[in-house]
């Protein structure tokens, strides 16, 4: 089954900002606005070692409970990539790899907040979505010849986590989250002249099995233009 979730992404933040809209309680906390980045996922990006992630998410309270997550990164060349065109690079040939893409993210955070201590800090759940497409290849044959291997990985997933932020909600945050889910990666080898021919990833360890695991630690910053009353 083809995982296209692009358009499951628009579906569910657009729902949930009309949702936004119509809440008539005056909350001050949703004012915030988080501004983060996950420094690990330069290391290691949706298709894990070969691709490296730099992005941004962007974090904002729908509610004293819920707060709704949207991410945007460009794909790049991981390290695993990086070394094997260094082992293979001769000393009058040198070969590098180009990796590049898009990936989208999206969470809707549900945290179990007391009276006085609202949305977006402490402990929560939520759904976590992405959906990443892009390229691999050689970097002569991906621009000259434009020969690559084109991926797309799609995983839902539960995760739990913490978040780090002043009472005001203003200054420096940290994220933290674990979780797992179901995944779907694909990929097909794509050519100058003819169609692109399907890979098989079943028997790929990570890359073929179903199970997604996903985690790490965000760092940021949060802004409220308002002040608590």
């Known amino acids: 089954m083809k995982c296209n979730g692009l358009p499951l992404l628009l579906f569910l933040a657009l729902s949930l900002s009309a949702h936004s809209q119509t809440q008539k309680e005056y909350n001050p906390e949703r004012e915030i606005l988080i501004l983060k980045t996950c420094p690990g996922h330069m290391i290691s990006g949706p298709i894990p070692l070969l691709t490296s ?28 990539l990086y070394f094997i065109g260094k082992q293979l690079s001769q000393p009058y040939h040198t070969i590098s790899f180009l990796a590049k893409g898009v990936e989208l993210q999206f969470a809707c955070k549900y945290y179990f907040s007391k009276k006085k201590r609202l949305a977006p800090k402490g402990f929560y759940v939520a759904p976590l979505i992405q959906f990443s497409t892009g390229g691999i290849g050689q970097t002569y044959n991906y621009m000259a010849r434009n020969n690559y291997v084109g991926f797309t990985n799609c995983n839902i ?73």
Do not use: C
């Open 53 to 80: 992630a730099y992005g941004f998410l962007l974090e904002t309270p729908l509610s004293k409970k819920t707060a709704i997550e949207l991410g945007f990164s460009e794909i790049g060349e991981g390290p695993a």
């Open 157 to 229: 997933n539960a995760i739990y986590g913490f978040q780090q932020i002043r009472k005001n909600g203003r200054g420096f945050v940290v994220d933290y989250y674990l979780g797992l889910g179901y995944k779907k990666i694909t990929a097909e080898r794509h050519y100058a002249t003819g169609y692109p021919v399907p890979m098989d990833l079943s028997k790929d360890g990570y890359y073929g099995s179903p199970l997604s695991l996903v985690g790490g630690i965000y760092l940021g910053w949060g802004f409220s233009p308002k002040e608590k009353k």
